[in-house]
């Protein structure tokens, strides 16, 4: 929303430069997104949060500015005195409310004698400047009332209005009503409408009716304001496929207590400015009693919450700052937070006020009482285990290097497609507000890919490690109808090139740093998951699968080039991805430590290379030497694999450093030669190996 500076130091005095005011609202939570002179005048742009639309005023801003500032918000007299109720005679018009739930207070007033035209130069250069064309004095100055008081109002041509009645009800099966954009619309009975004795004269809340509009000839005016369910705003919204001004503030929430007000400052300019008299009474109807609020909040608590020194007088000045009314002793209180403040409903909505007033930028660096004594706690209970596990989690992978990241778990309906996702059926959204949030997604994959690219493409890195730690969704296709699943999974993405050191040149990250990242992890959580060569494809590759205790984790692969290309990495940046559930990470009980102690004689080494079949799988081949090479094999590594014009095709040669101990004393060569024998055997009865030379 956009808002005049000028026109905000009609409610509250402003000393600060622009700038300096726009960096206070932004700090205080309220950004301000632009500034900008226009004739003269500063304008102010800033986006509001859902939460907040009594910020979608200039009254509401001034209000917000006093809390900011430290000011007492006092309504300026002439406020006042444009909102005065008056003294008129005759009877009301009847107004008649349907639907008690969608509309809980409906307020009008009947203008008679009143010339319609155009507004005076101060209206349409003050709507102007804030981008609001002028249409007329009429409609002008109700627009005007909106965007100074947050209340929308609209102006019916009474003599156009049948019955000289308003109901405010329900649409009917099949009504139409064509509003003020000449749309001729179809209603459904969730719409909320207005109407005359015969039909919907306006889509409540949303837009006029044409019949019903005031041109130059309009004599009797009827001035709406109301309240209404914001519910109800958004479904009509999303059915009509139409919004306007009036529904954005609708739909978020309006005062209650503003809705006569406004009626009356509205009513006051247009006698004013349109030569207006009102002869009959206010029709004011509806459920007009307030629901006091009491919010219990204890000082000093507040204080442990937020990590703040914030003592408890100054906790109550910054409440009543923002309009709240506090009772109680010094050790708990009862908040009423006012009328205008609908967001605050419970006792953390008013620590996020006092944080937000009293300066994030004074907050300590500390932790909250609940997370401190879970961290110094024993861990006794299995999911004291599991959370401890889970924060290490996100700890350890940053000690490896890896940036977390967050992704969207909307996605586009063609992503599964492009991701060439194995993970299941996916979640269609039966109402997206658009294609490219229309799908739940199954995988992480895609959300990872994406931030692969613009990374890329925007040169933030050469060296991109990225670990996610979100839910997907997944149809689980053996019941019917498939009812949705969402697990936790764990993501970790590697990809570019490392920094050049000195002597040292820039390599291309891939398979083995992934695997690299994920050995660190699983040694610090002190799990041992058995990994396997999958026979399926994963992520466009014949993956590395990772299983614990007989559960599958996951699976670990480079993806496919064609994959990719879909998600536009450019060519030649190879990708190694990692994608495991980490619930039976976080249940799974740690690996009993065997600690003993160093030999006391260096181990003897040998060197092994076996030429095999390329078909043959390491997973077994490594069985098979570390059961052979007992008792005295200490430890054994993999350090050349070879395919070439030098081994026969089909063929690859594998070399492996075996390193022989037996503790405390010193082998003699005929022991070592005896076990190193017994491993060749082994190999060539197993797998047909061939000694290399």
């Given at each position: 929303?956009?808002y ?11 000393s600060?430069?622009?700038?300096a005011l ?5 700090l ?12 003269g005048?500063?304008i ?13 005023s ?5 209000r ?5 500032l430290?000011r ?5 007299r002439?406020?006042?005195k444009?909102?005065r ?5 005759g009877?009301p018009l ?27 130069p101060?209206?349409?250069g003050?709507l102007?400047?804030l ?5 007329n ?10 965007i ?16 000289q ?7 009917r099966a099949?009504?139409?009503?064509t509003?003020l954009d000449?749309v ?32 130059s000839?309009?004599k ?18 999303k ?5 306007s001004?009036?529904?954005?503030r609708f739909?978020r ?22 030569g207006?008299?009102i002869?009959?009474?206010i029709t ?9 609020r009491k ?9 442990e ?11 109550k000045k910054?409440?009543q ?8 002793t010094?050790?708990r209180?009862?908040v ?5 403040r609908?967001d605050l409903?419970?006792s ?10 009293f300066?994030y930028?004074?907050c ?13 706690s024993?861990?006794?209970q ?9 924060a290490?989690?996100?700890r ?12 969207y ?5 063609e992503?599964?497609a ?6 299941g059926g ?6 997206p507000l658009s294609?490219?949030?229309a ?5 992480l994959l895609i ?6 690219s ?5 040169k933030s890195?050469e ?6 730690i979100?839910r ?5 296709t ?7 699943k969402d697990?936790?999974?764990?993501s ?10 000195w002597?040292?040149?820039a390599?291309?990250?891939g ?12 040694d ?8 396997d ?8 590759k ?12 996951g699976?670990a ?13 450019p ?10 559930e980490?619930e039976?990470?976080l ?5 009993s ?6 030999p006391k ?9 076996v ?9 077994e ?8 090479g007992k008792?005295?094999?200490h ?6 694999r ?5 081994v ?11 390193a022989?101990?037996?503790g405390?004393r010193?082998l003699?060569?005929e022991e070592?030669a ?10 060539k ?5 061939v000694?290399?030379?």
């Amino acid at each position: 929303m956009k808002y005049s500076l000028s026109w905000l130091k009609e409610f509250i005095e402003i000393s600060l430069p622009p700038q300096a005011l726009a960096e206070r609202l932004t700090l205080t939570g309220c950004e301000i997104t632009s500034l900008e002179q226009v004739e003269g005048n500063w304008i102010l742009e800033s986006e509001i949060t859902p939460n907040r639309p009594d910020l979608l005023s200039h009254l509401g801003l001034a209000r917000e500015l006093a809390a900011a500032l430290g000011r007492e918000f006092r309504p300026p007299r002439w406020l006042k005195k444009q909102t005065r109720p008056f003294i008129s005679h005759g009877d009301p018009l009847p107004v008649t409310i349907e639907d008690g739930e969608g509309c809980r207070r409906y307020v009008g007033i009947i203008i008679e004698n009143a010339r319609v035209g155009e507004s005076p130069p101060d209206i349409v250069g003050r709507l102007a400047s804030l981008g609001v064309r002028s249409v007329n004095n009429v409609v002008d100055i109700t627009n005007l009332c909106m965007i100074e008081l947050g209340q929308p109002l609209h102006a019916f041509d009474l003599d156009k209005v049948d019955g000289q009645t308003i109901r405010v009800r329900r649409a009917r099966a099949k009504e139409t009503v064509t509003t003020l954009d000449g749309v001729l619309r179809e209603l459904t009975p969730e719409s909320l409408v207005i109407a005359d004795a015969q039909k919907p004269v306006a889509l409540a809340g949303i837009m006029g009716g044409k019949e019903s509009e005031i041109t130059s000839s309009t004599k009797k005016i009827f001035l709406e304001s109301a309240w209404f369910d914001p519910k109800r705003i958004r479904k009509a919204v999303k059915a009509a496929r139409l919004t306007s001004d009036s529904s954005y503030r609708f739909e978020r929430g309006v005062d209650l207590v503003m809705v006569q007000t406004a009626a009356i400052r509205a009513a006051r300019m247009i006698c004013l400015y349109a030569g207006g008299k009102i002869h009959r009474g206010i029709t004011d109807v509806g459920n007009l009693r307030l629901h006091a609020r009491k919010i219990m909040l204890r000082p000093r608590y507040a204080q442990e919450v937020l990590g703040m020194r914030i003592y408890p007088a100054q906790q109550k000045k910054l409440l009543q700052r923002l309009g709240c009314q506090v009772k109680g002793t010094s050790r708990r209180w009862k908040v009423e937070p006012p009328s205008w403040r609908s967001d605050l409903r419970i006792s953390e909505d008013l620590y996020e006020e006092l944080a937000r007033l009293f300066g994030y930028d004074r907050c300590l660096a500390t932790l909250p009482p609940a997370l401190r004594q879970n961290i110094t706690s024993k861990w006794k209970q299995p999911e004291d285990l599991s959370i401890a596990r889970r924060a290490l989690l996100h700890r350890l992978l940053a000690e490896a290097g890896a940036q977390e990241i967050m992704t969207y778990s909307l996605v586009h309906s063609e992503d599964h497609a492009k991701a060439n996702s194995l993970s299941g059926g996916f979640l269609q959204l039966a109402e997206p507000l658009s294609m490219d949030q229309a799908v739940l997604r199954n995988t992480l994959l895609i959300g990872a890919l994406k931030t692969v690219s613009w990374n890329i493409k925007h040169k933030s890195a050469e060296s991109l490690k990225f670990f996610e730690i979100g839910r997907v969704f997944r149809a689980d296709t053996r019941t019917s109808p498939p009812l949705p699943k969402d697990p936790y999974l764990l993501s970790l993405l590697v990809a570019g090139t490392t920094a050049p050191a000195w002597g040292v040149p820039a390599k291309s990250l891939g398979i083995f740093d992934l695997k690299g990242i994920l050995s660190f992890l699983f040694d610090r959580l002190q799990l041992a998951p058995s990994i396997d060569l999958a026979d399926a494809v994963y992520f466009g590759k014949q993956a590395n699968i990772y299983t614990l205790n007989g559960r599958q984790l996951g699976a670990a692969a480079l993806v496919d080039p064609k994959i990719l290309a879909a998600f536009d990495v450019p060519v030649g940046v190879p990708v190694a991805y990692a994608e495991l559930e980490i619930e039976p990470i976080l249940e799974a009980p740690p690996v009993s430590l065997k600690v003993t102690p160093l030999p006391k004689v260096p181990a003897v080494s040998r060197d092994l290379a076996v030429v095999v079949s390329e078909n043959s799988s390491y997973k077994e081949i490594h069985s098979a030497i570390e059961r052979s090479g007992k008792p005295l094999l200490h430890a054994f590594a993999l350090f050349d694999r070879y395919k070439g014009k030098q081994v026969p095709s089909g063929k690859m040669s594998l070399a492996f450093r075996l390193a022989f101990s037996d503790g405390d004393r010193t082998l003699t060569d005929e022991e070592v030669a005896a076990a190193y024998q017994k491993i060749v055997q082994n190999l060539k009865a197993n797998f047909d190996a061939v000694l290399r030379a």
